[in-house]
């Protein structure tokens, strides 16, 4: 049986059921493995020992990254896509510790979707079984790691520098995917030599310890000075704590997947997938989230892993399914709340998903100690009261909101606090939240 990969599992479950029960499951047992690889560079970061490569087209259209302009060449909402797209396409064709949990199957209707057309998705990924030897992969045929470097321009296209991992051991080839702006659609894949680090900077980290968990290193979680991590972020604690903070899970993931998102002098930002990145919704649980789930950042005087955020982007308006968004939409920020000392912004976190800046500041100033939750702590669960999906009144729809000191609601009574949140109907933002006394 496959492990569960649902970035703070039992939190997205609450988001649909109404944190109705405590979840009874917890992380895979720790001890037994073998010491968590090291940071060297010839297992940690790309570069490693590999020889150099030409660069091989794989599609017809497929070149090596020409452009030169940043990221900002490009909307957050495209940088987004792409990525997600990348990372989709990817997730198709990994390999997990088989001995183990069981392989899923390829979804070709998510394929589908990632690709210019289907000429350049069975030329890119190839039509062999599961486990095959892809085009795409340029020789890595088994990976459970993926990482995206910074999105690039290049004339009409932009690209995206790729390195696959097994467990955390780099593939032999930097691979280069040319995709669509606007769609972000994968348009070709080229080969190219060794990985180069400047392209990732700050992953060693990130491989060493994501590495070790998807090849089922469960020693890492045993290790007591945390080596991966800031001191300030080894000491943080969740207030939720229905899931690891390191994985963002309530199992250890077998897979993992990071884009770059920012670099500046200090540090490096990542987008963070433990798990599958999809960018299909889900039939069956439509609250689910669509592409990068989480983000972290590394610290690139130590190396060391300074935060992760497991419930990072905040959701689209659904009008279909209010009270979910909503529930996602103030988890997202209570978390953004909770790393507020790891250096987190909480009002970036939600600012945007007002209806104005005025409606914003109303709100923020006038909402208690911890703004928007109307509490004196930051609760460790935010939720529709007693699962309710709004009033509608107009163009407005009112929600009865509640916190608790916990991820798992007590009786009533025993919530931390009490508040209203009104939506505008057609854009789906806040117009106000006003705090029950």
């Known amino acids: 049986m496959m492990r569960s990969r649902i970035a703070t599992a039992a ?9 109705a029960a405590c979840s009874t499951t917890s992380k895979a047992p720790a001890g037994g493995a073998p010491a968590a690889p090291g940071a060297s560079s010839s297992t940690t970061a790309p570069g490693g020992d590999a020889t150099s490569a030409p660069v091989v087209p794989v599609a017809a259209s497929s070149s090596a990254a020409t452009g030169t302009s940043a990221t900002s060449a490009f909307t957050p909402a495209q940088l987004e896509t792409m990525r997600a797209k990348v990372a989709a396409v990817y997730d198709q064709g990994y390999t997990t510790a088989t001995q183990h949990y069981s392989q899923p199957d390829i979804n070709q209707k998510e394929l589908a979707a990632d690709f210019a057309d289907k000429a350049t998705m069975d030329a890119v990924f ?6 095959s030897d892809r085009p795409m992969d340029c020789g890595t045929a088994k ?33 280069t995917v040319t995709v669509d702006p606007t769609s972000g659609v994968v348009k070709s894949v080229a080969c190219g030599g060794a990985p180069k680090p400047a ?6 980290p990130l491989v060493a310890y994501y590495g070790a968990m998807a090849s089922g290193n469960t020693a890492v979680l045993n290790d ?10 080894a000491a943080w604690k969740p207030k939720a704590t229905d899931y690891d903070a390191d994985t963002c899970s309530q199992y250890v993931p ?18 963070f997938g433990p798990g599958r990145v999809a960018t299909l919704p889900n039939p069956s649980v439509p609250a689910d989230p669509t592409g990068f789930y989480a983000s972290l950042a590394v610290d690139l005087g ?3 892993i300074s935060r992760v955020s497991c419930y990072s982007s905040p959701p689209k308006g659904d009008p279909a399914h209010a009270g979910d968004y909503v529930n996602r939409l103030m988890e997202n920020y209570r978390l953004a709340a909770d790393q507020k000392s790891l250096g987190v912004d909480p009002q970036a976190a939600i600012r945007s998903s007002f209806v104005s800046d005025a409606a914003f500041t109303t709100a923020w100033n006038g909402t208690g100690t911890v ?7 930051v609760p460790g669960s935010v939720e529709t009261a007693d699962n309710s999906t709004g009033t509608t009144s107009g163009s407005k729809i009112t929600f009865n909101m509640v916190t608790w000191r916990q991820w798992h609601p007590d009786n009533p009574g025993q919530e931390l606090s009490k508040f209203t949140l009104v939506l505008d109907a057609s854009t789906m933002k806040i117009s106000s939240i006003t705090c029950i006394k």
């Open 254 to 271: 077998d897979l993992w997947a990071v884009a770059l998102t920012g670099t500046s002098s200090a540090a490096s930002t990542w987008d």
């Open 126 to 131: 190839g039509t062999g079984a599961v486990g």
């Open 143 to 175: 990976y459970n790691g993926i990482v995206l470097g910074a999105v690039q321009s290049a004339g009409d296209a932009a690209t995206i520098p790729v390195a696959l991992y097994e467990n955390a051991k780099a593939g032999a080839a930097e691979i």
């Open 199 to 204: 392209d990732f900077p700050g992953v060693a």
């Open 224 to 233: 007591k000075s945390r080596p991966y991590f800031t001191p300030a972020f």
């Open 302 to 304: 130590s190396a060391k």
């Open 371 to 377: 703004p928007l939750l109307c509490s004196s702590t």
């Open 11 to 19: 939190v997205a479950a609450s988001l649909v059921a109404g944190l």
